[in-house]
């Protein structure tokens, strides 16, 4: 891996390094935090989580053939060649932030409350038109997962699209700085983890603590839909592109023909251009997330029939507004996560959709003392669409419930305790025509709702 020798590795994460000196510049292989997967030639980041403590697997990664592992314990270490950091979780990042300057390519960093994934792989599949990408895999866009990411990008990559999910104030600030983004894009400031954010205001300041760590020269890209977004004036000296749905905004779409669950068809704008895409993916915020890749795209070299190609070439991810098929029964799996914003943008998906139309809906978390009152917030947006038949799950989701049914008396609501109390009836519930969303915070297990539904008859 380029520069990552034991002398850099030390210097980076301020570590202090045991063992032969010759072995001083020597470039590891790779950088591991499972035992499981070291190689010779590895480093290994021991670290603690809740069931286990990675400094007990040391001995044994020495053995697989690791170069150096990192330590917070000198005392009871193997004979072996060690770095003694004060945290590794803190010195992986460093590691990381030195590594990621080291191969000096552009990268692209994506946040926002809502629609961080789904923007990351539009984006992905626009530049691999021209580009050798390199993306977040899953869900690893944390303080630890950004760095394993980072640690994946080879010099033989052109790119990377790195995706930054935070909970809390000042995560945002160790992610930027190991990134160090070329391109900054934030898709949205929305009702999430309002739990350790506060609201809105205080979204907007822990996401945008990133402004401070994009390299020189650098774009930011704000969704100009979003009223926070739009409040911003200029990053560094320089001006965002803003994205949207007015021609006000240096990149903005009209004319959208709404094609239901298959997508949609719209005009896309850049400065004095235009060009006309399918949108593979159904909803206004799959044409935003593609308005975020042409502008990305465009910030990058791409031309306007690669910006094109790319967003027609995008692919569903599952958990995450994935189509699935099951005879006449079309499955809207989205059930990765939830928040108000995006049980809305669902919801109203769900109802463009042709037939019969089931909501499945469950407990969505981190929302703070307002909880229940945004609970409520989204069962009064879903008692307006025209939904036929809607199954409320946990007892969060009972304020949904209650909203529809104050709203909309005649509406068919079924009230559960849990996915658990679900199951068993759930395909008889749903019936075996028309089109059900799947949708809940991942800690409520809707994945289960999904595969049961997903069954074909011979399966049972």
Excluded: W
Excluded at 151 to 162: G, P
Excluded at 204 to 230: Q, S, Y
Excluded at 354 to 364: N, P, V
């Amino acid at each position: 891996m380029k520069d990552l020798t034991i002398r850099n590795i030390a210097a980076s994460c301020g570590g202090t390094y045991h063992g032969p000196k010759d072995l001083l510049d020597r470039e590891v292989t790779s950088v591991t935090t499972d035992s499981r997967k070291a190689e010779a030639g590895c480093l290994f980041v021991p670290m603690k989580g809740e069931r286990a403590d990675g400094h007990s697997f040391i001995p044994k990664v020495m053995e697989s053939g690791a170069l150096v592992t990192l330590t917070e314990h000198a005392e009871g270490m193997p004979d072996c060649p060690y770095i003694l950091v004060a945290s590794t979780a803190d010195a992986i990042q460093k590691i990381a932030g030195f590594y990621r300057r080291a191969l000096d390519l552009p990268v692209v960093g994506i946040t926002g409350s809502v629609g961080k994934t789904s923007t990351k792989e539009m984006i992905a599949s626009v530049l691999s038109t021209k580009y050798r990408v390199l993306k977040t895999a899953g869900n690893f866009n944390n303080n630890l997962g950004l760095p394993l990411t980072v640690f994946r990008i080879t010099e033989d990559d052109d790119i990377a699209v790195l995706e930054m999910g935070i909970s809390h104030f000042g995560e945002m600030t160790d992610l930027a700085e190991t990134a160090a983004p070329d391109v900054m894009v934030i898709t949205n400031i929305g009702t999430c983890h309002l739990e350790f954010l506060g609201d809105r205001d205080g979204v907007f300041r822990a996401k945008t603590e990133c402004f401070d760590f994009i390299r020189p020269g650098g774009t930011v890209i704000l969704n100009g839909e979003d009223d926070k977004l739009a409040e911003v004036r200029e990053v560094g000296g320089k001006r965002p592109v803003f994205y949207g749905f007015s021609p006000k905004f240096r990149v903005y779409a009209d004319e959208i023909k709404s094609y239901g669950l298959r997508g949609s068809r719209c005009t896309v704008h850049i400065d004095d251009d235009s060009f006309e895409v399918t949108v593979p993916a159904p909803g206004k915020h799959m044409i935003l997330n593609a308005l975020a890749g042409a502008a990305v795209g465009c910030v990058c070299g791409l031309d306007y029939e690669e910006i094109r190609r790319g967003i027609e070439n995008l692919e569903s991810i599952s958990g995450r507004f994935n189509l699935i098929g099951n005879g006449d029964l079309t499955i809207i799996d989205d059930c990765y996560n939830a928040n108000p914003m995006s049980m809305k943008a669902s919801l109203g998906v769900l109802a463009e959709a042709e037939g019969r139309k089931t909501a499945i809906l469950g407990d969505m978390g981190e929302l703070g003392q307002d909880e229940k009152a945004l609970h409520r917030e989204v069962g009064e947006y879903a008692s307006t669409l025209a939904i036929d038949s809607y199954l409320i799950c946990g007892e969060l989701s009972k304020e949904m419930a209650d909203a529809i049914r104050k709203a909309r008396p005649d509406a068919e609501v079924s009230v559960f305790a849990s996915a658990d109390d679900l199951l068993p009836k759930v395909k008889k519930l749903v019936g075996t025509e028309g089109t059900v969303l799947v949708k809940a915070s991942h800690f409520m297990n809707f994945a289960r709702i999904v595969d049961e539904l997903s069954k074909k008859e011979e399966e049972q």
